[in-house]
């Protein structure tokens, strides 16, 4: 067994750190902005962080106890396949080839280029070809192979903690500009409350993005079942803790106004609460915890078509199957997801993106969480080294969230949602096909 081949060194502090390293990204500088102008006020920007932060607590949570019992190199496409069958596995692989890990490259290619141009001011015109460059740069450093990768995750993994903390620990300690009021909670602008919460707890979302490969370390940990829910809870809850922090600081920096939609939001309150001088060095921080983050996910993402091709589930398999002969990456796999990447950045803006690729997401978040249900009823005896903590009641807030974020979003944002449900269709045929090709090859 795999599991069984893995050796159980990792600590409670470690789990911690995995948690808090895979959690903590660029969103929480940039989405900011969208919360604020669904939300138009300080008291729901503030609660929705908040419940944000309970949500993907729950979620992590509930999705660890998965990781432990189904210890498959795959992650939660294995979970999907174990429990629901081979197509809609299928289908969250597909949908991450071609939704998830493209449209982050993409918006957080576009999120770069609009700070460095901000930066440098820089025309509005340079917008494009500086995120395509971006993308281009990174792609180009993991096709040199997974240590130059990793490499340059250990480097901005550092990195990125500074300007957060920084933000916080001067911000909160400075003069407020602006009075915020966190009671009674209320949306403001001509929105209705579930409307302004749904847009604004969507785009938190993203933020908070990363609690699904939490249970990852399990396999690794001494004791799983009692120092994997400390990890989680300690970890979750901390991020939350430090995102209402760091919105509480833009808040009382910046005016609703000046939040509103402006994507350097984060750089212009910095350089309130630092100077000019100091603004700019921690927008810089800023630019190098978005690359890297940028680099986590083309790190990650160009695997998931590589490992559907080993298992001859995609179109070109063999071409998917490539790896590079001196560096051994998969290259196919790597200029195809760029491919895609590149395309969305002439289509769509960093808030299209993450919105859609939130939402496909957690229509395959929902499964997952079920899944937890379903199995505990179909196979009571499977081997869980880990079980979620106050069932059913923590996968059942899960369950009750996503769907609240899903029903809601197709409703008020219904072209973006069936644009990401059409997207996750296509498959459909393509894996049918595929089967078909695969069927008469065989005889």
């Not at 795959?74 to 597909?94: D, M, R, S």
């Not at 785009?203 to 396999?219: E, P």
């Not at 106004?257 to 609460?273: F, R």
């Not at 002969?325 to 195809?336: D, H, L, W």
Request: aromatic share 12%; glycine share 10%.
């Amino acid at each position: 067994m795999e599991q069984n081949q893995l050796k159980r060194e990792i600590s409670l502090f470690g789990a911690f750190s995995t948690v808090m390293g895979t959690v903590i990204g660029a969103g929480v500088f940039f989405k900011t902005a969208s919360v604020v102008s669904f939300a138009q006020s300080s008291s729901l920007t503030i609660f929705a962080w908040i419940l944000g932060g309970i949500l993907t607590l729950c979620a992590g949570l509930t999705s660890a106890e998965l990781a432990t019992a189904i210890p498959k190199t795959g992650g939660a496409v294995k979970y999907i396949e174990y429990t629901y069958g081979k197509l809609p596995g299928y289908l969250l692989g597909w949908a991450q080839s071609v939704i998830y890990f493209p449209a982050n490259i993409a918006a957080l290619s576009i999120i770069f280029s609009t700070q460095f141009i901000h930066l440098f001011h820089l025309s509005s015109d340079f917008l494009l070809p500086v995120a395509l460059v971006t993308g281009l740069s990174v792609t180009l450093i993991n096709l040199l192979g997974t240590k130059a990768a990793s490499n340059l995750q250990s480097f901005t993994l550092v990195i990125k903690i500074i300007p957060i903390a920084l933000i916080v620990l001067v911000g909160l300690f400075m003069p407020a500009n602006v009075e915020v009021s966190v009671i009674p909670i209320k949306a403001g602008g001509d929105s209705g409350f579930i409307q302004a919460l749904s847009g604004s707890l969507l785009a938190t979302m993203f933020a908070y993005d990363g609690w699904l490969g939490v249970g990852a370390v399990a396999g690794e940990m001494k004791r799983p079942e009692k120092d994997l829910p400390k990890a989680i809870f300690l970890g979750l809850t901390f991020i939350t803790f430090v995102y209402v922090l760091i919105n509480f600081v833009f808040l009382k920096t910046l005016p609703i106004e000046q939040l509103s939609g402006n994507l350097n939001a984060a750089s212009e309150a910095s350089i309130h609460i630092f100077g000019s001088i100091g603004g700019k060095l921690v927008t810089i921080g800023i630019l190098i915890s978005v690359y890297g983050a940028l680099n986590g996910y083309t790190l990650t993402g160009i695997r998931v078509p590589y490992a559907l091709a080993l298992d001859g589930m995609i179109p070109c398999s063999k071409q998917f199957q490539k790896l590079s002969k001196r560096f051994v990456v998969p290259y196919i796999s790597g200029i195809f997801q760029f491919g895609i990447a590149a395309i969305m950045m002439f289509l769509g803006s960093f808030d299209l993106l993450t919105d859609m690729l939130i939402f496909v997401m957690w229509l395959f978040s929902l499964l997952i969480f079920s899944a937890v249900l379903i199995l505990r009823k179909r196979e009571p005896e499977l081997n869980r080294p880990y079980k979620v903590p106050f069932y059913p009641v923590i996968p059942i807030i899960a369950i009750f969230g996503g769907l609240f974020i899903l029903i809601t979003t197709l409703f008020t944002q219904t072209l973006l949602a069936s644009v990401g449900i059409g997207i996750t269709l296509l498959g459909v045929p393509v894996y049918l096909l595929n089967q078909k090709v695969k069927g008469l090859k065989s005889k």
